[in-house]
């Protein structure tokens, strides 16, 4: 274990931002990441996993700590299940590829996600109609106050969309350490019919998918709209789904009949915040060297050398707009440091 002084975080964040860390380590075992927190020298500390979820907006004046524990291993199985156990430093992609090896069921949907497995909680991560809260079987995390592991359940978790525990009340207090799956080992459930993954198979010639087939029809649907981070910066979706009431949805749908719509409940609507920023006239605008993908609107991205500020100031735009033009408020999926 290494402290070294004034580095660049920019091969630590997917956005690509040269924010300046005062001080940085990387820590590959559990007894590492213990000393480092004990070290009373930087009571400043900045945990990065694999970068995908947050925006660098200025230099960071204290410790980047990059979590860096690896391995994955079958904690326990039965005829029907596999728990499988994976360290927070794993990539999450290379992770979904080992588990669609082992027959392994559950994450196919979430292939090609960017980032690293011990932040997938934190965001209950999603796409496709699946989450991280469909196969979570419980997460180990460190008490940074207490420097204790604790373990965290599902229920512990109180996921919610884009959202646990660790994003609201336990938010800056742990640090996770490993997360364990349920996973199906035959009689898999197959998520087909949202988005465009049953045209995707359809056009790939397959009648009767595998999870394995699955997982190649999303990585085929997400290298086209989404842009890839080693050759263009960005977090993947910068705003959540906004959801809104029905009556609102019902006022809505009078200027706005065509507008996209998933029933969240008897009483909820969730709206595609692309659709709202892509209305609002932002899809694909460019601001010299950052701006708004061309194919998915929901992707804000640095084409090279952009300021975290100057995207900051955009999605406050965007929202901005879609507020005065919908009355709708959209989130930041992403975390601003």
């Known amino acids: 274990m290494h402290i070294l002084n004034n580095i660049s975080l920019k091969p630590y964040n997917t956005f690509g931002i040269d924010a300046v860390a005062k001080h940085f380590t990387s ?7 213990q000393k480092v927190l004990k070290l009373e020298t930087y009571p400043n500390k900045l945990i990065l996993g694999g970068g995908s979820n947050m925006l660098l907006t200025k230099d960071f004046n204290g410790l980047a700590l990059h979590i860096n524990l690896k391995g994955i291993k079958i904690i326990s199985e039965d005829k029907n299940h596999a728990i499988v156990k994976a360290q927070a430093g794993e990539n999450w992609h290379e992770f979904v590829q080992w588990c669609l090896k082992h027959d392994f069921g559950g994450l196919e949907n979430l292939s090609l996600i960017p980032g690293n497995v011990g932040t997938t909680p934190i965001q209950n991560i999603g796409a496709y109609g699946v989450e991280i809260k469909d196969t979570f079987e419980s997460c180990e995390a460190i008490n940074l106050k207490t420097l204790q592991f604790e373990n965290f359940s599902k229920e512990d978790c109180h996921f919610g969309y884009r959202n646990s525990t660790f994003k609201q009340e336990n938010k800056g207090k742990y640090i996770i350490t490993s997360v364990c799956f349920k996973l199906t080992k035959k009689n898999h459930n197959l998520h087909i019919n949202y988005g465009t993954i049953a045209t995707q198979l359809e056009e790939n010639g397959i009648k009767t998918p595998t999870i394995q087939d699955i997982s190649k029809a999303v990585i085929t649907i997400r290298k086209s709209k989404l842009p890839n981070p080693k050759n263009i910066g960005n977090s993947g979706s910068f705003f959540k789904n906004p959801v809104i009431s029905k009556s609102e949805f019902e006022t809505l749908t009078k200027n706005f009949p065509d507008i996209p719509n998933y ?40 084409y090279g050398g952009a300021q975290g500020l100057d995207i900051l100031k955009l999605s406050q735009l965007i929202q901005k707009t879609v507020k005065r033009l919908f009355n709708i408020s959209i989130e930041a999926e992403v975390n601003i440091i």
């Open 27 to 33: 820590v590959s075992t559990i007894q590492d990441l």
């Open 263 to 302: 029933p969240v409940s008897e009483q909820e609507i969730k709206i595609p915040a692309g659709w709202l920023i892509e209305k609002s006239g932002f899809k694909g605008k460019q601001f010299g060297n950052y701006g708004v993908h061309k194919k998915q609107a929901l992707v804000l991205v640095n």
